[in-house]
């Protein structure tokens, strides 16, 4: 049974990044592979801007879980 539509693959990265379990957006593509998302929406993180947030969000996370 599913608990609703899944998000979108930008939507699920930055929740991911957000945890501070993931040193960067390559870790995050490879989760969201085995989460399902297909090779064509993991590569979307690729683009510019989503990856330097991505990156910002990744290190923010894992500073403030270390603090």
């Not at 049974?1 to 930008?10: D, Q």
């Not at 995050?28 to 989460?35: H, M």
Request: overall charge positive; hydrophobic content about 45%.
């Amino acid at each position: 049974m599913s608990s609703g539509p899944r998000p979108n693959v930008i939507e699920r990265a930055l929740a991911l990044a957000a945890t501070g379990a993931f040193p960067a957006r390559w870790a995050i593509g490879r989760a969201l592979e085995k989460e399902g998302y297909t090779i064509a929406e993991v590569s979307q993180l690729e683009r510019s801007t989503i990856s330097r947030k991505l990156t910002a969000l990744c290190r923010a996370s894992r500073a403030k879980a270390a603090a």
